[in-house]
């Protein structure tokens, strides 16, 4: 062997070496976002929940950053769905409420919309969709396959979620025949984590909106069990969710919050399994307020925690959500945030990490310094919501200040009552009349915030 030639092969060699190693150090992290249904921030015992225990998200939040003032894009579904795949507040985003489609679905997502694993797919990612999608029917244009997701697996329309043993759910476009004594959770995470297993040598962004714990409280018998022992008061008592009745409701719903936080924990043994832990970012948050349907008692369980009101208010208790994100090595453990956030700001933050240009015209800010302890943290000038039933209504949070305009219906200057929700955090002291200018600003950014949308309007605009 010639000097020259074993020099060579020896440089070949440690290139061979030092190349997987610097892959390794470039590799983009794979992303899980797990967004609960109707969760209400005080339904997490690492957020104050007495009445039972969640111990594998306790566990997300002990070795990552838990949120305070994080809200949701909507109080109710459809519509913060929306906001997450376009990092767009309700102002602006294409879907602002529940408009159902007959027989199947809701109103869809416009083609032309920009969405948050669109972005993802042109960095490289595989990107999936496990839960309720509830942005477009079957085939249209916003259906998830439409929308940038490569795999879809469950409830396509979110009127078909109301009952966990359905008859059908969707693979994909194929609508698949089901007995209706199946718990359709089970399917859902079985799916989602076989893409992981499926995806564990490429990024990928596994989307897990799951249905719990939405009404129908429906849960398997082994979970509820031990709460119908913990809560006899409610032994008799029975809660009625379309079309169907299930006797003591806050048994099931505690059962329904442990399964939710078992199946979390089955994702996160996943990762560790195919050592994807690492290199993987995990989310968890909610899609607006605790609800008080199907006889849920959120009353009973402090589930909306120190806030007022449920799912369909503008007040904190109707869109503060719980807010958990780990990270190993990128996001301090047991760290606790207050930077006021919003579901808008996943996508321009997501994109960050994932090394995909963020879109110009977003409504969102990437937390990205928040998350990683470095650069500064861009901050909003004020948080914007809207919605169009039980008369209209809109709010802003600006700083320490809310301002929440209801009964719109007929009259676009409505009160606006404002609250200081860092002395008053649960918005019962309307300081109204002693800060003029401040409603003179929020009344000038609902002005600016709104855009009009053929779909969802004030009724007052319908005149």
Same mark, same amino acid.
């Given at each position: 062997?010639?000097?020259?030639?074993?020099?060579?092969?020896?440089?070949?060699?440690?290139?061979?070496?030092?190349?997987?190693?610097?892959?390794?150090?470039?590799?983009?992290?794979?992303?899980?976002?797990?967004?609960?249904?109707?969760?209400?921030?005080?339904?997490?015992?690492?957020?104050?929940?007495?009445?039972?225990?969640?111990?594998?998200?306790?566990?997300?939040?002990?070795?990552?950053?838990?949120?305070?003032?994080?809200?949701?894009?909507?109080?109710?579904?459809?519509?913060?769905?929306?906001?997450?795949?376009?990092?767009?507040?309700?102002?602006?985003? #294409?879907? !602002?409420?529940?408009?159902?489609?007959?027989?199947?679905? %809701?109103?869809?997502?416009?083609?032309? +919309? *920009? =969405?948050? $694993?669109?972005?993802?797919?042109?960095?490289?990612?595989?990107?999936?969709?496990?839960?309720?999608?509830?942005?477009?029917?079957?085939?249209?244009?916003?259906?998830?396959?439409?929308?940038?997701?490569?795999?879809?697996?469950?409830?396509?329309?979110?009127?078909?979620?109301?009952?966990?043993?359905?008859?059908?759910?969707?693979?994909?476009?194929?609508?698949?025949?089901?007995?209706?004594?199946?718990?359709?959770?089970?399917?859902?995470?079985?799916?989602?984590?076989?893409?992981?297993?499926?995806?564990?040598?490429?990024?990928?962004?596994?989307?897990?909106?799951?249905?719990?714990?939405?009404?129908?409280?429906?849960?398997?018998?082994?979970?509820?069990? #031990?709460? !119908?022992?913990?809560?006899?008061?409610?032994?008799?008592? %029975?809660?009625?969710?379309?079309?169907? +009745? *299930? =006797?003591? $409701?806050?048994?099931?719903?505690?059962?329904?919050?442990?399964?939710?936080?078992?199946?979390?924990?089955?994702?996160?043994?996943?990762?560790?399994?195919?050592?994807?832990?690492?290199?993987?970012?995990?989310?968890?948050?909610?899609?607006?307020?605790?609800?008080?349907?199907?006889?849920?008692?959120?009353?009973?369980?402090?589930?909306?925690?120190?806030?007022?009101?449920?799912?369909?208010?503008?007040?904190?208790?109707?869109?503060?959500?719980?807010?958990?994100?780990?990270?190993?090595?990128?996001?301090?453990?047991?760290?606790?945030?207050?930077?006021?956030?919003?579901?808008?700001?996943?996508?321009?933050?997501?994109?960050?990490?994932?090394?995909?240009?963020?879109?110009?015209?977003?409504?969102?800010?990437?937390?990205?310094?928040?998350?990683?302890?470095?650069?500064?943290?861009?901050?909003?000038?004020?948080?914007?919501?809207?919605?169009?039933?039980?008369?209209?209504?809109?709010?802003?949070?600006?700083?320490?200040?809310?301002?929440?305009?209801?009964?719109?219906?007929?009259?676009?200057?409505?009160?606006?009552?404002?609250?200081?929700?860092?002395?008053?955090?649960?918005?019962?002291?309307?300081?109204?009349?002693?800060?003029?200018?401040?409603?003179?600003?929020?009344?000038?950014?609902?002005?600016?915030?709104?855009?009009?949308?053929?779909?969802?309007?004030?009724?007052?605009?319908?005149?």
């Amino acid at each position: 062997m010639t000097k020259s030639f074993a020099i060579l092969l020896l440089a070949f060699f440690t290139l061979g070496m030092f190349v997987p190693a610097a892959q390794a150090e470039t590799k983009k992290p794979n992303i899980v976002y797990i967004l609960a249904d109707d969760l209400g921030i005080g339904d997490l015992s690492c957020y104050g929940q007495q009445k039972f225990e969640t111990p594998s998200i306790d566990r997300l939040a002990a070795e990552g950053m838990r949120f305070t003032q994080h809200y949701s894009g909507s109080t109710v579904c459809a519509p913060t769905r929306s906001v997450l795949m376009t990092g767009l507040h309700t102002g602006h985003t #294409p879907v !602002r409420g529940n408009a159902e489609v007959k027989p199947v679905g %809701q109103q869809p997502i416009p083609a032309e +919309t *920009v =969405t948050l $694993p669109e972005l993802l797919k042109k960095a490289g990612y595989v990107t999936g969709a496990f839960g309720k999608w509830g942005l477009g029917y079957p085939g249209s244009e916003g259906d998830p396959l439409n929308q940038g997701f490569d795999v879809f697996y469950g409830y396509n329309c979110q009127r078909n979620a109301h009952t966990y043993y359905p008859t059908w759910l969707y693979d994909n476009d194929k609508k698949i025949e089901l007995d209706g004594k199946t718990y359709s959770h089970d399917l859902i995470m079985d799916h989602a984590l076989q893409f992981i297993r499926d995806n564990q040598d490429k990024p990928f962004f596994c989307y897990l909106p799951i249905t719990i714990p939405h009404a129908a409280m429906h849960v398997p018998e082994e979970y509820s069990e #031990p709460f !119908r022992k913990k809560f006899p008061e409610f032994e008799n008592k %029975q809660g009625k969710y379309a079309g169907t +009745t *299930v =006797t003591n $409701p806050v048994a099931a719903f505690a059962g329904m919050c442990t399964k939710m936080d078992e199946d979390v924990g089955r994702v996160m043994h996943l990762l560790k399994e195919l050592n994807l832990d690492d290199n993987t970012i995990v989310m968890f948050t909610s899609d607006n307020g605790a609800h008080q349907e199907g006889g849920h008692n959120p009353g009973f369980f402090d589930s909306n925690g120190p806030y007022r009101g449920y799912k369909r208010d503008l007040t904190d208790g109707g869109i503060r959500a719980p807010f958990i994100v780990r990270w190993p090595g990128h996001v301090k453990p047991g760290t606790t945030s207050d930077l006021i956030s919003a579901h808008w700001d996943v996508l321009p933050t997501l994109c960050q990490l994932a090394g995909v240009e963020v879109p110009k015209t977003l409504d969102g800010i990437s937390m990205v310094p928040t998350l990683t302890g470095e650069g500064e943290q861009p901050k909003h000038d004020y948080l914007y919501w809207e919605f169009f039933e039980r008369g209209g209504r809109r709010a802003v949070r600006m700083n320490q200040w809310k301002g929440v305009q209801n009964d719109m219906t007929n009259n676009p200057d409505a009160h606006i009552a404002l609250y200081n929700i860092e002395e008053d955090i649960d918005e019962s002291d309307d300081v109204s009349e002693k800060h003029p200018e401040l409603v003179a600003q929020i009344r000038q950014i609902f002005d600016e915030a709104h855009t009009e949308n053929d779909r969802f309007k004030f009724k007052f605009e319908q005149k």
